[in-house]
Nanobody, 125 residues
Framework: VLLQASGGGLVQPGGFLRLSCAVN????????IGWFRQAPGKEREFVAA????????KFGDSVKGRFTFSRDTAKKQLYLQMNSLKFEDTAVYYC???????????????????WGPGTQVTVSS
């Protein structure tokens, strides 16, 4: 498995979770990594993404100011810290990797070649 997300679970509104993604690519040249989510009956939605090598991450409008994105290149781990969770954040969260993306395409799921199996996040009281 090239990408493996973990850390999902059940949390109350206003709570927090941190998702992790183990990134087991053989090469990290020109790689961008991101988080997407998909709720039942909805299209896959962009959450956050960045180049593996660094740079400011890009966030989806619905999570700006609440979620943060980080990576540990030495451990080959990607993280998504989710704060102030809302009911509408309930979804399966996926980490993904793609090559030769530019900033304007970071939010396009079709540009990502590799996907992990996803982890369920449920926000419920």
């Amino acid at each position: 498995v090239l990408l493996q997300a973990s850390g999902g679970g059940l949390v109350q509104p206003g709570g927090f979770l941190r998702l992790s993604c183990a990134v087991n690519l053989r090469s990290f040249t020109d790689v961008s990594i991101g988080w997407f989510r998909q709720a039942p009956g909805k299209e896959r939605e962009f959450v956050a993404a960045s180049r593996w090598s660094g740079g400011s991450p890009k966030f989806g409008d619905s999570v700006k100011g609440r979620f943060t994105f980080s990576r540990d290149t030495a451990k080959k781990q990607l993280y998504l810290q989710m704060n102030s969770l809302k009911f509408e954040d309930t979804a399966v969260y996926y980490c993904a990797a793609g090559r030769r993306l530019i900033t304007s395409t970071l939010s396009d799921p079709s540009r990502y070649e590799h996907w992990g199996p996803g982890t369920q996040v449920t926000v419920s009281s």
